[in-house]
């Protein structure tokens, strides 16, 4: 009973246009109330009708009344807000506008509790006591309450579609099974239910397993992540120590040769310093004795001359001018030519291993998509085949182009090519027209010796020193060499690697501009791998073919 007063409460002192707690309550004529502002607004809508109605049992009034503020009513609104029943007017138990509403109630309706597909209404828990004390109506079809009630009756026979037509795939009512549908597989909407419910639950149990699934490869993928982080770090820490240590014995051998040349250099210093004095007292003593002589020489009188002609001493022969003739004009240049040697030999040997290094890497395939792994079979390549043809501006001028700008000779004298600022002055290269990103894949026919197999990037040099615009000779561009004679080797960035396999005639090249991927393959019966890179790709690709022998020929080989 209280719960009852309650709610008389709640619907007397709201308004039915905003069902809020009445603000400023008026009274019109007919008696009902609402908020000022509430039914101000309603009649000006209402402005150009010349006729004003209550929205709740629409009786018209003209003129247009006039609004009172009723103070009663808007003191015991003021009372019910102290008492705390202001709350109650918002209580869940009535309709909001996303809600299904009572289509029994009148004012503001509550909440439906449930609706009848039979009866195609929805009601709130008192509306629906008919349906569960009635027995007739214990028969309806309750379901959750829905604002669709129509979509489940049959838009031509207004009946409610019951059953499900697997011919057509659409639900019918039972009608539709004698007309339209008549010998169709048809089956009562309920079995249908049934079944779909039992393949939702499978789908359902395959997706959770799948998520299981990828939750592990998930977490394997972060275990692969820390254990990269580690690796790297203790490599980037043990090289940095090793590199250091190298250093440390660098600077230790360099203090020592110059020791070594500064003693050996002041011990030559002071030997040739004490020959020079005794040189230059012997200069001394033979000036003094040439000045007595040419004084005798010149003396007139011939008994004092003959008298001291046997006093002078005789002429010693000098003992420093075998040792001054014996001594070799080079002094310290074999320790420049020796320290020049080691300097080369650490290079060679710093590059060799640096290179091996750089080709150690390893690829994570197992816990990839199956769509993201690279190809192994031929007929996996072709699925990124790319149609690439070669542009005969970057053509460098002693290079025939020909088969629709596919095959490329080398020849031995300069073709009629016009001037264009993106052809090859100083090595007989091409590039291809077209530029490569994402996945792609080509294969090259190749005859001759010394074919450059390359991707370039669109910036590479066309000119100047051979570092600059060579492919593979510089950072912008990755080659592969092969010659039927003299082997094949992979160059970039003028580090050359022999390849551990022969080449065929016909070279395959897969570009995973993303993944930083570019691999070269003999193709043949199989696909052998030739040489493989992992590195970052900071621009799109180009193909590129070059050579070094006349009468040498490559081609892009056109793949279905």
Known sequence: MEQKGVQL??????????LDPLKDPVAIPCGHSYCMNCIKAHWDEEEGKKLYSCPQCRQTFAP??????????????????KTGLQAAAADHCYAGPEDVACDVCTGRRRKAFKSCLVCRASYCEKHLKPHRDVPPLKKHKLVEPSNKLQENICSR??????MFCRTD?????????????????TVSAAAERTERQRELEGSRLNIQQRIQDREKDVKLLHQEVEAINLSADKTVEDSEETFTELIRLLEKRSSDVKQQVRSQQRSEVSRVRELQEKLEQEITELKRNDAELQKLSHTEDLNQFLLSYPSLPPLTESTHSSSINARPLRYFEDVTAAVSEVRDELQDVLREKWTNASLMGTEVDVLLPQSELKPTTRAGFLEYSRDITL????????????????????????????????????????????SLTGRCYWEVEWDGEGVFMAVGYKDISRSGIYEDCVFGQNDKSWSLCCDQDDGSLFWYNNVESPLSV??????????????????FYSVS????????????????LYAGLGFCRYGSTAELVKLN
Request: net charge negative; charged share 25%.
């Open 157 to 162: 026979h207004d009946e409610v579609m019951k």
């Open 502 to 519: 022969p080449v065929s005639s016909r070279v395959g090249m897969y570009l995973d501009h993303t993944a930083g991927v570019l691999s």
């Open 391 to 434: 542009d005969p501006n970057t053509a460098h001028t002693y290079l025939l182009i020909s088969d629709g700008n596919r095959k490329t000779t080398l020849m031995d004298e300069q073709q009629s090519y016009s001037s264009h600022p993106d052809r090859f002055t100083d090595c007989d290269q091409v590039l291809s027209r077209e």
């Open 9 to 18: 409460d709640r619907e007397s002192f709201s308004c039915s246009i905003c």
């Open 64 to 81: 247009r009344p006039v609004l009172l503020k009723n103070t009663m009513l808007a003191d015991l609104v003021e009372q019910l807000k």
């Open 169 to 185: 795939q659409q639900c019918i009512c039972y009608l539709c099974l004698m007309d339209e549908h008549k010998g169709h597989d």
């Open 525 to 540: 019966d199989t696909m052998t791998l030739l040489h493989r890179v992992q590195t970052t790709f900071t621009q799109p």
